[in-house]
């Protein structure tokens, strides 16, 4: 790991996809920025990866609060350059129709996707794009949405509206960011088997989480969002991954699961 090694802020990075990414990007030879709201965790991720010959830290973070976020933008001035940012904290909260659903867990599932996602991406853009002009285009936002951002499904709502907002940010911001060194992915998953995204989302009910992947015998796993975040990530900086749709064999769309009984 050299001095001048370029850093990749991760958001989420406490378990599946983020903890994932932290991992390739690490090994990539980024220096890895670790945020989310469980210190232990990225802490702990952080030791393991420092152990491992990388370079690691760890910097507790709750996306949605915008003078967290300011405070966390301004400690990265120490850093020779922020050349990545994966905002990919979130999730779903609830399965309700939109009849009966949460009005609370809406909120908290815009706040999360939604607006953190914002309160990153434009604290961090400045330093991004310092990054980008230093390296003829490769300051990089990546937005993690999901298939859920491009296709809706009964008892979703609340979820497709967030991440129809996480692909909307990504569409609209390449368009704004034409002509800078900054480039804009999203990579949008279907259906990876991560160790709490079905369980937070029915509130540690683990019957209805374990039947999101009933009969599926090879969900995606974290690493292989990992893989493809690292992908478009170490792509030359003149070319732009808009978005990568990525889903499981046996899931042909929201709707078309095979399942073996
Ligand atoms: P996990 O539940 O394992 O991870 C979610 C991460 O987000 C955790 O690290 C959590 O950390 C963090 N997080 C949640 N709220 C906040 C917050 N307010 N501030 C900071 N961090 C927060 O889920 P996955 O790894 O499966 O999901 C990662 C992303 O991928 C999410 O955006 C999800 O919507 C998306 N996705 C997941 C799919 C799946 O099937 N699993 C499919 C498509 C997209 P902590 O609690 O420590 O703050």
Redesign the pocket.
């Known amino acids: 790991m050299t001095a001048t090694a370029p850093t990749a802020v991760i958001?989420?990075?406490?378990?599946?996809?983020?903890?994932a990414t932290a991992r390739r990007l690490a090994a990539a030879g980024y220096r890895v920025v670790l945020?989310?709201?469980?210190t232990e965790?990225?802490e702990a991720l952080a030791a393991e990866l420092t152990a491992a010959g990388h370079a690691a830290v760890a910097y507790p973070?709750?996306?949605?609060d915008r003078a967290a976020v300011e405070a966390f933008a301004a400690s990265l001035d120490a850093y020779p350059s922020v050349d990545v940012l994966v905002n990919?904290?979130?999730?779903?909260l609830g399965a309700d129709p939109v009849a009966s659903a949460d009005p609370q867990d809406w909120r908290t599932m815009y706040?999360?996707?939604v607006l953190?996602t914002l309160h990153l991406t434009q604290t961090l853009l400045p330093a991004l794009t310092a990054a980008g002009a230093a390296t003829s285009g490769a300051g990089t936002v990546v937005i993690?949405?999901?298939?859920?951002g491009h296709g809706t499904y009964e008892g979703g709502g609340g979820?497709v509206a967030a991440?129809h907002g996480a692909h909307v940010i990504a569409e609209t911001l390449r368009l704004e960011l034409c002509g800078t060194p900054v480039r804009v992915i999203e990579v949008?998953?279907?259906?990876?088997?991560?160790?709490?995204?079905?369980s937070?989302r029915f509130k540690g009910d683990l019957t209805r989480a374990a039947a999101v992947y009933a009969g599926v015998s090879e969900p995606?796993t974290?690493d292989d969002?990992a893989d493809t975040i690292e992908w478009a990530v170490t792509r030359p900086a003149h070319v732009n991954i808009d978005l990568l749709v990525v889903r499981p064999r046996a899931q042909a769309s929201n709707y078309k699961v095979h399942r073996e009984s």
Do not use: C, Q, W
């Open positions: 958001t989420g990075a406490s378990s599946g996809i983020g903890a945020t989310a709201r469980r965790r990225i973070l709750d996306v949605t990919n904290a979130g999730g779903a706040e999360t996707n953190g993690v949405s999901s298939t859920a979820y991440k949008a998953p279907g259906m990876v088997k991560t160790e709490e995204f079905a937070t995606l974290a969002v």
